[in-house]
Structure formats: C-alpha cells, structure tokens
C-alpha cells in the first residue's frame, strides 16, 4: 500500500541530475516520488501542500544555500535530509550538519547507497557514504555533537593574531612555544584557541591544519618536509 511507503521529494537545479535522481528512486518499490524542485521557493511552496519524509537535496546547486535549508528544517522538524553534492569537504560536511542535514552522500555515489541512505534516514538513522565517511574520519568529525543545532550562516571573521595563531598550530607549535613567541601567556593564548574552534566550529587541532592550508595560511609542502 502506498501508505507505507516512503515519501521522497527531490531538489537540484540541474535537470539531468533530478530527473536521474527521481528514476532512480521511482524505481524503488519502498518509495513514494512525490515531486522534485529545481529552486528554493518551489520547495517551499511545494512543501506546505505536500511535506514528504525525506528530502534528497544537492544545497550547493543555484537557487540553493544552506542558510534556506536551516530555515527549512526549524520549520519542518520532523523533516529528514539526504544531502547529495559534488562536494566533500570537511568545512561543507560541518555547516550542512549544522543547517539540519541528517545524511550526507556524494553525487558519484553508486545505487545501492542512494537508495540506502534514503531508507536509512526515513528509519531516523544517519547514513554517509564511503566518501562521506573519509572526509569524517580525516577531520574527525562528531556527527553526533549536540552543537550542530547552533547553524550560523555569516562568514567566519578571524583576527590577525587568531590567523597568528592558527598559522603557528599548523606549523607544529605548542601553547607554550606560541606563548614565548609572540610574548602572550600560555593562558592567553589558550583562550586564543578555544575562540578559534568556536568561530570554525572545529573540535580539534586537525581541523585547525586543515583550514589553514585549506586557507593558504601555511604551504602543504612545509608538513611533506619539516623536521617538526
């Protein structure tokens, strides 16, 4: 019966990609395809008349952003959603999960995941696949941090001695090594720390390295031949 099934909506700008997508699920006897969107306001709109279980949904195509998808997901609490990008990296795992995401899988991901994530996610499970899953272990990403609910859509504004201090993490540098060079207390320059991770809303020092060579603050090549 068609009550049981799931109900499955589809967003993505990129008709080849929605109209891939929605065959895909249709052809899977557990769902229920009730309409695809290929911008924010015909969600929207679509979703007061006909609000499906989960939503699959590719946040970086145009007409999209995450900042619509948090207002989104505080308006439909009970609404589960697949992400499905090109994307991969730590930084855009961290803010979808933050903006109400539940599982994330990439675009290249094969069948059996698609359909997977879907049921997995209608069941209240998170589901990320093998790509996903890399990009987790690598910044070592809580999934389950109780702190994705605080979603922040403005830039990330650092200051020059906060860029200082993360270029010095990245190098290798201890709290006290930091302290003696840029003449703070190690105290200091532990709070310094703290408020860095806060702003990146990053867990560890991994995280830290990764957006400083993601941001240009250090050469990757300095970790390949450093004697630190």
Request: hydrophobic share 45%; proline share 3%; net charge negative.
């Amino acid at each position: 019966m068609d009550g049981d099934k799931i109900k499955v909506a589809v967003a993505d700008s990129v008709s080849l990609v929605r109209l891939g997508l929605m065959h895909v699920l249709r052809s899977e006897p557990a769902f229920d395809m009730v309409w695809s969107a290929n911008s924010m306001d015909e969600l929207e709109q679509l979703m007061v008349h006909t609000p499906p279980q989960v939503l699959m949904i590719d946040f970086t195509s145009k007409g999209f952003s995450l900042e619509s998808l948090s207002v989104l997901s505080k308006k439909h609490p009970t609404l589960r959603i697949v992400a499905i990008t090109p994307d991969q990296e730590g930084e855009t795992l961290i803010n979808a999960l933050k903006a109400g995401v539940t599982s994330y899988i990439k675009t290249d991901c094969d069948l059996l995941e698609i359909v997977s994530s879907v049921k997995e996610t209608a069941a209240g499970s998170k589901f990320f696949c093998g790509q996903i899953l890399e990009t987790i272990r690598a910044v070592d990403i809580d999934v389950n941090g109780e702190d994705w609910t605080n979603f922040n859509c403005a830039p990330v504004h650092l200051s020059e001695r906060e860029l200082e201090i993360i270029t010095l993490i990245a190098e290798g540098y201890t709290n006290t090594e930091i302290a003696e060079m840029l003449f703070l207390s190690p105290h200091t320059v532990n709070t310094h720390r703290k408020n860095i991770m806060q702003k990146l809303g990053v867990k560890n020092t991994a995280s830290i390295v990764m957006y400083a060579v993601k941001s240009h603050l250090v050469n990757v090549n300095k970790f390949l031949f450093s004697s630190r």
